[in-house]
């Protein structure tokens, strides 16, 4: 069957007129029988390359799919364009799964989403016989292979499915894939002889930028100061990081909730509704959030902590920018998260896994200190290179880092080296080095006199920054050698004693400052429109997903909003000129959004739209800046709401007097307005005050205090008499002053 077939269909069903790259080969080799593998980049239209195929075909098309929480939404999105799809999982009452699955006998549905482990279980397989089943799509296939980022022992039982079904055609989707999982995925799946589409790894409409970790509150906080109203993800590397964050964020107004694996099932599962459904512009999450997630709207992600390898960070910035619209992303880059990582490798078992693992973050260092294009860096981890050496939309790009000649540093550093090891016989780590050239005063040095050395302090003019960037420079080109493994050393090479004979210029770029980030320039898809009449209808939007509850995007995504707002449609027919309209969403949607159309331009001029400049939002002073910071502000919130103080720590898996710590500052600054009779009587607070008055010190230091009171009043409550103490005083000379 030709794709003749399939272009009618997607415009008659999907509103669109053409198809995006490798979709219309895919779909084709797909639905002509052919075992099919599809390497798409986040954003590309994966799913158009199944939901197609089974529409034009007889029979059932089974999808598996990793995450229960993805397939409500791609069935609700189907379902809005008029598709007969349904899922089976977990989260259905009986009635309901009884319901679908009496549908399936009787031939209703087109398309069925279920997840690895429901294949294997009772007699799901017997049922798929009687199913008329058609075709089988493996989305997310890279967790087949254990040499993905994101392997799934469950997702190798799928080659019995295809052993049950020898004669129907598979699909293999993934975003992320080189040439060895490629492989492993065939071979895992058993495959026969497929057709492999390759596309490109770019997403010309994202933006990569990456500056020094610093303040990543604030730093965070301005990037999204800087863009009211767009969705975005923040990734952070702990539990506590992500609650922290989204509270800070959060006191200074913006919609910002957490997400991590430790939440209640059904706190996760309300926070990415809110965040799917505009409720939330911000969602501060761990890496459990987002395989997946179909949301096309998605404006900027933000790495707070480093990701632990160039494949996971490809697919969690590809969450971005997924309707072709500009997107930014943004990596805060910190050495000091490196080194924490790598001493979490120290406690896998496996050497061999700890050496891939290692090699893998070693490669995301890399690609946060490039000096070159990062656009050509990310897509060199996958193969693929691009025709120019400037992308124009990256950091490094945009604004090239300044030059530094680094051969003299470059001669102090490997000099130090060859001092150490003529010294002691072995090699020491790479941060001893640095130590030993800026001169520092350590019990190691010390140890082994190695403030004696010639090179002991001869960079201490240069910061221990540049230095380090030097030593890591003088790695990746060979002329200085990292042992590897859990503990490694440094070492001159063979290459960089021939160097210290004959040296040769050695030019690198210093990074740039902690302040810099992507501008909001335009770039690759961007749509300029009517602004005014945008944000009426995407009020408008959110009134129907709501009646509807479904998310925003399942009425109309931006792009097709940005349309209208720019092509100003009057009439039904002329509604399905614009992209993303199909006859099913004209007939269910067209009229209230003609309407909005017609209310605006009655008062409203149409527009002309050259495409400007935004200018940035000088952001304000944050709660988070002084003595309550973002995980005290979490707790605050949780103590606002009714929790109290043992529920917290209980909540949150902290200690209680570390939740008091948080209450104590809050009322200190003056965020929580209480009275100290919630927490200690009026006889305590005067045994407090008359020790106090008995001992030559303050309230800084509680231990005398203590003591003092025999032991007999905790530090709690001290602690809580002293932030009590503290607002008094402040609000004191508030009022005292002219």
């Known amino acids: ?105 009787a031939g209703q549905y087109k ?3 279920v997840a690895p482990e429901r294949i294997f279980s009772g007699s799901f397989i017997e049922d798929l016989k009687t199913w008329k089943l058609a075709a089988v799509a493996v989305d997310e296939a890279h967790c087949v292979s254990e040499w993905g980022h994101d392997f799934r022992p469950e997702y190798r039982q799928l080659a019995r499915l295809r052993q049950t079904f020898p004669d129907i055609p598979f699909l293999a989707l993934t975003a992320t894939a080189t040439a060895r999982v490629r492989d492993d995925l065939i071979t895992q799946l058993q495959l026969n002889a497929p057709e492999v589409f390759l596309a490109s790894f770019n997403r010309p409409n994202l933006s990569y930028a990456v500056i020094p970790k610093a303040k990543p509150i604030r730093q965070v906080f301005e990037f999204v100061h800087s863009r009211p109203g767009e969705s975005g993800i923040v990734y952070l590397g702990s539990r506590k990081a992500t609650e922290a964050m989204a509270a800070a964020l959060a006191a200074e107004g913006i919609t910002a909730l957490a997400y991590h694996a430790g939440l209640p099932p059904e706190v996760r599962a309300a926070n990415q509704d809110a965040f799917l459904r505009d ?81 893998q973050l070693n490669k995301m260092a890399d690609f946060g200190e490039v000096s070159t294009c990062r656009r050509a860096s990310l897509l060199g981890y996958f193969g693929e290179t691009i025709p ?63 403030d004696k050395l010639s090179t002991y302090g001869i960079g201490r003019d240069i910061p221990r920054a540049h230095m380090a960037l030097v030593g890591r420079h003088l790695i990746r080109i060979g002329l200085a050698e990292d042992s590897g493994g859990n503990r490694p050393t440094v070492g001159l090479s063979p290459a960089g004693r021939e160097w210290l004979k004959r040296p040769t210029p050695i030019q690198l770029h210093l990074p740039k400052m902690a302040e810099a980030s992507p501008g909001q320039t335009a770039r690759a898809g961007s749509i300029s429109c009517d602004e005014g009449l945008f944000a009426e209808l995407r009020t408008l939007r959110k009134s129907i997903a709501d009646a509807r509850s479904v998310p925003p995007y399942v009425v109309f995504g931006d792009i097709t909003l940005r349309y209208l707002s720019r092509r100003y449609p009057t009439t039904a027919d002329e509604l399905l000129l614009v992209p993303g309209v199909g006859a099913k969403k004209r007939d269910d949607f067209g009229n ?101 008055a008995q001992l030559d010190t303050g309230l800084e230091a509680l231990g005398p205090i203590f003591n003092a009171l025999n032991k007999e009043v905790d530090y709690q409550t001290l602690h809580l008499y002293r932030a009590f103490t503290i607002r008094k005083e402040s609000v004191t000379a508030t009022v005292s002053q002219p």
């Open 111 to 113: 398309l069925l989403y």
């Open 388 to 450: 120019d050496d400037n992308c124009g939309s990256c950091d490094n790009c945009l604004s090239p880092m300044e030059e530094w000649d680094a051969t003299l540093a470059s001669k102090m550093f490997l000099s130090c080296l060859y001092r150490i090891d003529e010294a002691s016989r072995f090699n020491l780590g790479f941060n001893h080095g640095i130590e030993v050239l800026v001169g520092a005063n350590t019990e190691r040095i010390r140890r082994y006199k190695h």
């Open 1 to 105: 069957m030709s794709a003749v077939t399939l272009l009618p269909l997607l415009q008659s069903t999907f509103g669109y007129s053409a198809f995006r790259p490798y979709q219309e080969e895919i779909a084709t080799a797909f639905l002509d029988g052919k075992d099919t593998v599809a390497i798409l980049p986040t954003g590309a239209g994966k799913s158009m390359c199944f939901q197609l195929p089974a529409l034009a075909r007889e029979g059932l098309t089974l999808v598996v799919s990793p995450l229960i929480a993805l397939m409500k939404d791609q069935v609700d999105a189907l379902t809005a364009n008029g598709v007969a799809a349904t899922y089976l999982n977990s989260t259905l009452p009986h009635e309901e799964a009884q319901a679908r699955i009496n549908g399936l006998r």
């Open 592 to 692: 209230d959004f003609l309407q909005a159309i017609a209310k605006w331009l009655g008062s409203n001029a149409k527009q002309e739209f050259p495409i400007e400049e935004a200018l940035p939002i000088p952001p304000p002073k944050m709660k988070a800046e002084g003595a309550v910071t973002g995980t005290t502000l979490e707790t605050l919130r949780l103590y606002q709401g009714g929790k109290s103080i043992e529920e917290i720590a209980k909540t949150r898996d902290l200690a209680v007097s570390t939740i008091s710590s948080h209450i104590a500052t809050a009322i200190a600054a003056g965020e929580l307005e209480l009275d100290p009779r919630q927490f200690y009587s009026q006889e305590i607070e005067d045994q407090i005050t008359a020790a106090l």
């Open 279 to 359: 409720e939330a512009n911000v969602v501060c999450a761990t890496v459990a959030f987002g395989m997946g997630i179909d949301k096309p709207d998605v404006r900027f992600v933000i790495h707070a902590d480093l990701p632990k390898n160039i494949e996971g960070y490809y697919q969690e910035t590809g969450r971005a920018g997924r309707d072709g619209l500009p997107a930014d992303c943004l990596l805060l880059f910190s050495r000091g998260d490196l080194m924490k990582n790598l001493r979490f490798l120290e406690e896998i078992a496996d050497p061999e896994a700890a050496k891939v693992a290692r090699d």
